[in-house]
């Protein structure tokens, strides 16, 4: 089957999803317009390279493609697609690092498009489908335990330098923010920042483990995906749990829980943390988007606790 052939069939298969378009436009801009164009011929492309055929439908999050295949062996796999830039790009170096032991496994990649060819986990079984919203917090502790054990490896980007620009960018951002009850906590988080940012640790973290980002699979209960890596302290990862299925009274409870699994430093844990509402409102500000009241909160039991 000729690659012009190829590409029409899979522009009238393949479904690229409206919110992934609007994601696209609304981050990327024209970059996005073009990445999401270009899909059924990026698609077609590394079907024919690497001997897949497509097993279902699309799937996607904020940022990728993702399509279900059937490798030329027989083995099943997932096909994802993204725009790469500085937060994805480390994802395949920390899946070689991890190799399958607690995330999932990377089969294939090519550098020039960031496209990716993994083990197909069951996405119909989610971490965010638990009930239990203590056990699954638990699930994502043991998960960062095991994987913040490795090294981050050479050239990945530093929490260092992450929490560094950060604290240049608090000053200008603080003239922003009207409510002076959101200016202090915000000062708070900052405050906090610059005692721990000497000691950015050199761990290789997920950063974006959320409920979910844990899928299930025959070979293991839970599986990471979707990390955006970068080398730090592991008290940076545990926002995300906090934020997903919020749960005010259990703010506390979680950051207590998660902290003893992977044995940090409370107070470290707690500074880091709310540096990660520090980026957040950062990010907020700067694209004059309104700050979300669930995030204060969870700052605020933080900073009280």
Request: aromatic fraction near 6%; charge should be negative.
């Amino acid at each position: 089957m000729s690659r012009f052939t190829h590409a029409g069939i899979v522009r009238s298969v393949i479904d690229i999803p409206g919110d992934l378009a609007e994601a696209q436009e609304r981050y990327n801009g024209a970059a996005g317009r073009a990445f999401v164009a270009g899909l059924p011929d990026l698609v077609a492309a590394f079907l024919d390279r690497w001997g897949l055929r497509l097993d279902g439908p699309s799937m996607n999050g904020v940022s990728a493609l993702v399509l279900p295949v059937v490798r030329a062996g027989g083995g099943r796999a997932v096909l994802k697609l993204q725009l790469p830039d500085e937060e994805s790009e480390g994802e395949p170096v920390a899946l070689r690092v991890w190799d399958g032991d607690g995330a999932v496994r990377l089969l294939d990649h090519d550098p020039g498009t960031g496209t990716m060819l993994l083990e197909r986990l069951d996405e119909s079984r989610m971490l965010s489908a638990v009930a239990d919203t203590r056990e699954a917090a638990l699930v994502v502790a043991r998960l960062l335990a095991h994987l913040t054990s490795f090294p981050a490896p050479p050239g990945m980007r530093r929490l260092g330098d992450i929490a560094a620009a950060m604290l240049e960018r608090t000053p200008p951002a603080l003239e922003r923010i009207c409510d002076l009850r959101v200016r202090r906590l915000v000062a708070d988080c900052a405050a906090a920042v610059r005692e721990v940012v000497a000691e950015p640790g050199d761990r290789l973290l997920h950063w974006d483990l959320h409920f979910d980002n844990v899928l299930a699979a025959d070979r293991a209960d839970w599986l990471a995906i979707d990390p955006k890596p970068l080398a730090g302290d592991p008290g940076f990862e545990l926002w995300p749990a906090l934020d997903n299925r919020f749960e005010a009274a259990e703010v506390g409870r979680r950051f207590d829980a998660m902290t003893d699994v992977l044995g940090l430093d409370r107070e470290r844990a707690r500074a880091w943390t709310l540096g990660r509402l520090l980026q957040n409102v950062l990010w907020d500000v700067a694209a004059g988007r309104v700050i979300e009241e669930r995030q204060l909160e969870i700052g605020r039991r933080l900073r009280a606790g």
